[in-house]
């Protein structure tokens, strides 16, 4: 059974960081698309970041380019999303999510809804920047 679980969201003010780590179990890890997402109140749920855990390859959306990073450590099977210089905008619930990478392009995976139904999932952490 696949589980996620995420942690390291808080409030902050803009310009400032956090962390946030997602521990998967019940699969072998090196073989997936491991991705956050996130989603603020009235809007979808959209992409940020992605990474193939068996090469570490990352993927960024553009409006998270250059200031977040996305990071694993495959011994203890975790995920992490190191996010600085936080605008307002950020602020969302993000969710931690896993896609087997078989016949998928992990770099298209976390930005092509259609896919999302087949994600495992985290239960969501809020992040909360203020001006």
């Known amino acids: 059974q696949v589980q996620l679980v995420e942690s390291g969201g808080g409030s902050v003010q803009a310009g400032g960081s956090l962390r946030l780590s997602c521990t998967a179990s019940?699969?072998?890890?090196?073989?997936?698309?491991m991705g956050w997402f996130r989603q603020a109140p009235g809007k979808e749920r959209e992409g940020v970041a992605a990474?193939?855990?068996?090469?570490?390859?990352?993927y960024y959306a553009d409006s998270v380019k250059g200031r977040f990073t996305i990071s694993q450590d495959n011994a203890v099977n975790t995920l992490y999303l190191q996010m600085n210089s936080l605008k307002p905008e950020d602020t969302a619930v993000y969710y931690c999510?896993?896609?087997?990478?078989?016949?998928?392009?992990?770099?298209?995976?976390?930005?092509?809804?259609?896919?999302?139904?087949?994600?495992?999932w985290g239960q969501g952490t809020q992040v909360t920047v203020s001006s």
């Open positions: 019940g699969y072998t890890y090196s073989s997936y698309c």
């Open positions: 990474i193939y855990s068996g090469n570490g390859t990352p």
């Open positions: 999510a896993a896609h087997t990478a078989k016949d998928i392009w992990c770099g298209g995976w976390y930005v092509t809804r259609q896919l999302y139904d087949d994600n495992y």
